[in-house]
């Protein structure tokens, strides 16, 4: 039976992390972009568990694996839902689900709901308890030996052996806490990983790659709703090069990474989709999807009236620049992505030749 035990809890606890994991990331970001709202903190694990634990019980398998495997869920997600009050009502009616109601008396009702509080408790101070590693392991024994304890009364199990295989589970759950933690270390690497090779190391915006990429993604939205345009503009900042020759390289880096962040802080204030990108030097690109050629041609206007007072560098706080741009329309899903810069360029060179310092939209 031990033997058993210690099978079903070892693989149960290394799939319920990595799907708590992958839940955790992708449930509320599908949710966001389904519904445009905010799902609240820990609702898609705390779900997950009430119904994890609903499964385990309803499964023929004998009453130490049932408790063996709710015990471990539980006990994981107290480290990892992040609203204290959506985890204390999971907890409530997961364990309202698993506690045979026949066997219950007062007395065992009031100890469910101190070891319930207990639990709730560990939630609420979930960030003190992961500070120090003896805190995670005292908050490992005491939890799933006071919810062990009350399971096996429920379930009129005999103590000794009920003691005996909640020490064999322990070892268990503790490598599910650090199976837990590599997994969430890999995963903001992957993540770090990805923005590098996503955002431009020097002014942290958008990069070439992801402009392509975001192109792509701009197509399905044209798809699904063809009437919403998608304009492209191919941004240059003027006598750049005279910049670098006259103040030198660090102050041309300092004017690049100025602007960037300034035209970025703009652009994401606005309530339409829309990303800049840096796809040279002093070269950068920005999509405006859902605007008239006329709102997305004054949107940019607005941000070159801005960029006259924006002081780019600290060296020289005098120092102003000027933009010039190339805006057109995407043709539709049609139109491939090389096509659709020529344009644009095609427009910034006759804003170049034309003195610079203005926008050409056709």
């Given at each position: 039976m031990l033997a058993d035990l210690i099978f079903y809890l070892c693989f149960f606890m290394t799939g319920f992390v990595g799907t708590v994991d992958t839940i955790h990331e992708m449930v509320p970001h599908a949710y966001a972009m389904r519904f445009n709202k905010h799902m609240p903190d820990g609702l898609p694990i705390v779900l997950y568990l009430v119904v994890v634990v609903a499964l385990i019980h309803m499964l023929p398998l004998s009453p130490w694996i049932k408790i063996a495997l709710?015990?471990?869920?539980?006990?994981?997600?107290?480290?990892?839902?992040?609203?204290?009050?959506i985890y204390g009502l999971g907890l409530v009616a997961g364990w309202l689900i698993s506690l045979p109601l026949s066997h219950v008396s007062a007395l065992l009702s009031l100890g469910s709901l101190a070891v319930l509080a207990l639990v709730a408790l560990s939630n609420y101070h979930r960030m003190?308890?992961?500070?120090?590693?003896?805190?995670?392991?005292?908050?490992?024994?005491?939890?799933?030996?006071?919810?062990?304890?009350?399971?096996?009364l429920a379930d009129q199990l005999d103590g000794g052996t009920a003691l005996a295989a909640w020490a064999l589970c322990l070892p268990v759950l503790y490598a599910a806490h650090w199976y837990d933690r590599v997994m969430i270390v890999r995963h903001h690497e992957n993540q770090r990983l990805f923005y590098s090779s996503a955002h431009d190391e020097l002014t942290g915006v958008r990069t070439l790659s992801l402009f392509r990429r975001d192109y792509r993604r701009y197509q399905t939205l044209l798809r699904s709703d063809p009437q919403k345009p998608l304009h492209l503009a191919m941004v240059d900042i003027d006598h750049f090069?005279?910049?670098?020759?006259?103040?030198?390289?660090?102050?041309?880096?300092?004017?690049?990474?100025?602007?960037?962040?300034?035209?970025?802080?703009?652009?994401?204030?606005k309530d339409y989709y829309c990303g800049l990108y840096r796809i040279g030097g002093e070269e950068f690109s920005v999509y405006?999807?859902?605007?008239?050629?006329?709102?997305?041609?004054?949107?940019?206007?607005?941000?070159?009236?801005?960029?006259?007072?924006?002081?780019?560098?600290?060296?020289y706080p005098d120092l102003r620049i000027t933009l010039s741009m190339g805006?057109?329309?995407?043709?539709?899903?049609?139109?491939?992505?090389?096509?659709?810069?020529?344009?644009?360029?095609?427009?910034?060179?006759?804003a170049k030749h034309l003195g610079r310092d203005q926008i050409i939209a056709a």
């Open positions: 709710s015990v471990g869920a539980v006990i994981h997600l107290s480290t990892r839902a992040q609203d204290p009050r003190w308890v992961a500070q120090r590693e003896w805190r995670v392991m005292l908050n490992l024994v005491g939890l799933s030996a006071g919810l062990w304890s009350i399971a096996a090069k005279m910049i670098n020759d006259t103040y030198g390289h660090l102050v041309g880096n300092e004017v690049l990474i100025s602007f960037a962040k300034d035209f970025e802080t703009y652009l994401a204030q405006l999807y859902s605007l008239s050629a006329t709102d997305a041609k004054r949107e940019l206007e607005t941000y070159t009236q801005r960029l006259k007072t924006l002081q780019v560098s600290k060296t805006m057109c329309q995407c043709l539709g899903i049609s139109e491939n992505l090389v096509n659709l810069i020529g344009r644009a360029d095609e427009n910034l060179y006759r």
